[in-house]
């Protein structure tokens, strides 16, 4: 059967951005016009990534707080626990709260430079152990990260779906899924999610991909396969800029659209801080700028 016509459903889906902190004035130009050009879509929230190891802390912060002060955006604050003691990450989450932030992305986060992970001796050592600490700090909303193909350190599928419950039951009311390009394997993860009596949202992250160069080194980080059909696609297109943002569109599309058609309702955007490719995917699923 071909696809229902998501944009002319109603209502149309709920939606949320990431961005990351950017590093020099140009990026931050490039964020800056991407946040407005995404703005009226009205995300239910926008969240701030904090770069490896906590290296991002000061400009994670800037940008949260910028949002608060100067958009109508919801910001969500990702924090991480790698390297840091309990005090030190209670401060961060508190300046958080202080700020006017209420809602947290917790995550145990990896050590910089690829080494393999210890929890810090006085920190959090895993997401779940963050949750309860942030739950002690203030009644903050909580996301946290699911793997729908297994995170690569976990000892089996099984056991990181019991981690993810854990997380939730600690205070976490969604779940944001790791970049996943084979949308099967997102489904199936939602159906053992479910047999193992996990009923909060766990929504998909989309990343609309023009880069295949760039979603090749990401997934190999996030542990996501990358399907031979996509390599195909944009095989031979690397000076062909044009060419691949319609081929991404495309893919990102057809993603969205089986989802939806499988009841999803809600969809979390890896925006990589461009705004073109969101936004389109965004109409797509029948999402408008409010009049
Ligand atoms: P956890 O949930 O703690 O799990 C980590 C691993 O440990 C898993 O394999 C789990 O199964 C295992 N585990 C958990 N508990 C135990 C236990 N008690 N004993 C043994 N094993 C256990 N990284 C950043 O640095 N900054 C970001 O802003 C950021 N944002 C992200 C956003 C999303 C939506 C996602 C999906 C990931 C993000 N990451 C970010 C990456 C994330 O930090 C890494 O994937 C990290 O390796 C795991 O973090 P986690 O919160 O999932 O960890």
């Given at each position: 059967d071909p696809l229902p016509t998501p944009a002319l459903r109603a209502p149309a889906p709920a939606i949320s951005f990431e961005f990351f902190p950017p590093k020099?004035?140009?990026?931050?130009?490039q964020l800056w016009a991407c946040i407005r050009r995404l703005e009226p879509l009205a995300p239910r929230f926008v969240s701030i990534t904090y770069g490896a190891g906590g290296s991002t802390q000061e400009r994670t912060h800037a940008t949260v707080t910028r949002l608060v002060r100067e958009t109508t955006l919801v910001p969500a604050a990702h924090l991480t626990c790698v390297g840091a003691s309990r005090?030190?990450?209670?401060?961060?989450?508190r300046r958080y709260w202080d700020a006017g932030v209420r809602h947290i992305?917790?995550?145990?986060?990896?050590?910089?430079?690829?080494?393999?992970?210890?929890?810090?001796?006085?920190?959090?050592?895993?997401?779940a152990d963050l949750v309860a600490g942030l739950r002690r700090v203030a009644d903050f909303e909580i996301s946290v990260a699911a793997y729908p193909e297994t995170h690569t350190q976990a000892p089996s599928p099984q056991a990181d779906l019991d981690n993810l419950k854990r997380k939730l039951d600690a205070g976490a009311t969604r779940a944001i899924s790791q970049?996943?390009?084979?949308?099967?394997?997102?489904?199936?993860?939602?159906?053992?999610?479910l047999a193992a009596g996990i009923t909060a949202p766990i929504i998909p992250g989309i990343m609309p991909v023009s880069n295949f160069g760039q979603a090749k080194r990401i997934s190999e980080m996030a542990g996501t396969h990358v399907p031979a059909w996509m390599g195909e696609m944009f095989d031979g297109l690397d000076d062909?800029?044009?060419?691949?943002?319609?081929v991404a569109a495309s893919i990102a599309a057809e993603q969205v659209r089986t989802l939806q058609a499988n009841g999803i309702d809600e969809f979390h955007f890896y925006t990589l801080n461009r705004a073109d490719l969101t936004y389109a995917i965004a109409r797509i699923l029948g999402v408008k700028p409010a009049r």
């Open positions: 020099t004035e140009t990026l931050e130009a005090g030190e990450v209670d401060d961060v989450a992305v917790a995550l145990r986060g990896d050590p910089p430079g690829g080494t393999a992970y210890a929890p810090h001796p006085e920190g959090y050592a895993y997401a970049v996943f390009f084979e949308t099967g394997h997102f489904l199936d993860f939602l159906d053992r999610a062909d800029a044009e060419t691949r943002k319609m």
